[in-house]
């Protein structure tokens, strides 16, 4: 028998049991979903990128629990139990959740079973899971006093049309509420309601406080029909165009760029054209170098022999750091592509690494000045063959300005920004981007032993540029590799930060990068580098080479899983 006091302690006991479980649960309620749908509609995929079949599309605040990721995708459940792959970039994830803590999870070897159309919800959502656009707006912006709210970011112009080379209306102080109504085709000049005045303004100082760009219909307006005038006008601080920069030509009509996703190898000959098969790869890439006055109908050789072994060709065309300042010089580079371009390559890269004074004048690194060759370039190449792609010099990933001076390098973020402003956008199928110093797995976002700098891990860079151009463009590697002095000795004194890699690190981060990057659904085209070069000085590109010093391709077997 329980004597009253002993009672009396029980229930007691058990209230600050109940209170206790109440107070445990308390934080598990408040946390909410994992993630909830953004958009209007979502397409749900069966595997992390825009190539896999949609399995289901999930309605705006549609609750989720995330179950693992791979890149900017992560495999999540909806409420009803539908189990999918969403991109990261259209999902409001909970604050406290560490999306690198999800397990990380394989890409199925199918493209899935997609749903039937009488079971879709809405069949405008697009194929690139973005938000499908409102519809129901005319096709030069939205019906009037509607859009997107904004908020201008910066002093800047507003212009009545989508370019630096139309006037300037008003200039819009910093903070100003604006009503975002349509943009241009490239996505990097947005049409604005401020007050009582329309008008254009650079996407980098648009802020929208909800939704995307892509959402905003494509506009045409010209304000009060005023064309641009034939010389421009001067570009006041806060505005696109960079200093001293001229406006660019309009870009003529051009093929449909890159298509899908591929891999292949920066190669030094043609003698492991098997070995690159058998890695799964369909593009080979080598250098050009054009001097004054050269024939690019002198390229039709390593293109046909590219084409005769199976391989798509991405041909690099570079020049004379101290020839670019000539007079006539960009024409005749102009010239030089338009006649390789006619020759048949797939694509073309136009200059390499014009970051940094060992590639572009010394003090002349001006990503304005850039544009203005890419346009006359995209111009030449897309007149004498559109179906070949054009694809931006690929910057040097680095934040050594600090150290060596504006002069002499600027650091890639800056410089991927200024070409954005520049309206580089225009005149490119694919953002060039190089990753060659990566000793951590592309699957890392921290941890780097030497820092978190973003050019240390494989996300950092697909971010970083991925965002200086809002999206607008896809990314193309044309060189990304792993350094490994196995079978070789050691590195030099630069690059003794790769010294602990292996080639089976190597290989297995190679792998893991293009399956990265294919899933990611914003890179097409990933440039291994290199092949087989055999240079083991200064500058040991023999480190990189995938077919190491016995003949073997460690690299080659890790990459045919990715297939």
């Not at 690194?365 to 694809?391: H, Q």
């Amino acid at each position: 028998m329980m004597h009253r006091g002993s009672r009396l302690l029980l229930l007691t006991a058990l209230l600050f049991a109940l209170l206790a479980s109440i107070v445990g649960m308390a934080p598990a309620l408040a946390q909410g979903p994992d993630a909830t749908v953004r958009p209007d509609l979502l397409n749900m995929r069966h595997g992390p990128g825009d190539n896999y079949a949609v399995i289901a599309q999930l309605s705006r605040g549609t609750a989720l629990s995330l179950l693992g990721q791979n890149g900017s995708w992560v495999y999540a459940s909806a409420e009803d139990g539908t189990e999918g792959w969403l991109a990261t970039a259209y999902l409001d994830i909970r604050a406290d959740l560490d999306l690198n803590a999800l397990p990380f999870r394989d890409a199925p070897a199918d493209t899935g079973v997609p749903m039937q159309p009488q079971d879709q919800a809405d069949q405008s959502a697009p194929a690139d899971d973005q938000p499908p656009a409102d519809t129901s707006a005319p096709a030069d912006g939205f019906p009037e006093g509607t859009g997107i709210p904004a908020q201008i970011l910066g002093t800047v112009n507003m212009r009545s049309g989508p370019g630096t080379d139309y006037r300037v209306l008003v200039t819009v102080q910093s903070g100003t509420a604006a009503l975002a109504k349509g943009r241009n085709d490239a996505m990097d000049w947005i049409f604005v309601g401020v007050g009582g005045q329309d008008g254009w303004v650079f996407w980098e100082y648009v802020q929208l406080t909800s939704g995307y760009i892509s959402q905003l219909p494509v506009s045409t307006t010209i304000v009060n029909d005023v064309a641009p005038p034939s010389g421009g006008d001067d570009a006041a601080a806060g505005d696109s165009a960079p200093a001293g920069s001229s406006a660019p030509p309009p870009p003529v009509a051009g093929g449909v760029g890159l298509s899908g996703f591929g891999y292949g190898g920066h190669i030094d000959g043609f003698g492991h054209v098997d070995q690159m098969h058998h890695a799964g790869m369909t593009w080979v890439k080598t250098q050009v170098r054009f001097g004054v006055g050269a024939s690019g109908a002198d390229t039709a050789g390593v293109i046909n022999t590219a084409h005769a072994n199976g391989l798509r060709i991405l041909l690099s065309v570079v020049g004379a750091p101290g020839d670019v300042l000539q007079p006539g010089y960009f024409d005749d580079y102009a010239r030089f592509v338009g006649e390789v371009a006619a020759a048949g390559p797939d694509a073309i890269e136009v200059w390499n690494e014009m970051n940094i004074d060992r590639e572009w004048p010394a003090g002349h690194i001006d990503p304005g000045l850039y544009t203005e060759l890419l346009a006359k370039a995209y111009n030449a190449i897309k007149s004498a063959n559109p179906n070949v792609a054009v694809i931006t010099g690929a910057l040097a990933p680095t934040g050594a300005e600090g150290a060596f001076g504006a002069d002499h390098v600027w650091n890639d973020d800056r410089y991927v920004r200024g070409m954005a402003a520049a309206g580089a956008a225009r005149y490119m199928d694919c953002l060039g981007a190089h990753y060659n110093e990566g000793i951590v797995s592309p699957n890392q976002t921290s941890g780097d032993p030497r820092s978190e700098y973003y050019t240390r891990y494989f996300w950092g860079m697909v971010n970083t540029y991925w965002s200086a151009f809002g999206g607008a463009r896809p990314i193309c590697f044309t060189e990304l590799g792993y350094v490994s002095p196995e079978g070789l000795g050691p590195l030099p004194a630069n690059f003794l930060w790769g010294s602990d890699t292996s080639v089976a690190e190597q290989a297995q981060w190679l792998a893991d990068a293009v399956r990265l990057a294919r899933g990611s659904g914003k890179v097409r085209l990933v440039i291994v580098w290199n092949i087989n070069f055999s240079y083991y000085g200064s500058d040991p590109m023999a480190g990189y080479a995938i077919v190491r010093p016995d003949g073997s391709c460690p690299a080659c077997d890790a990459l045919a899983g990715v297939r």
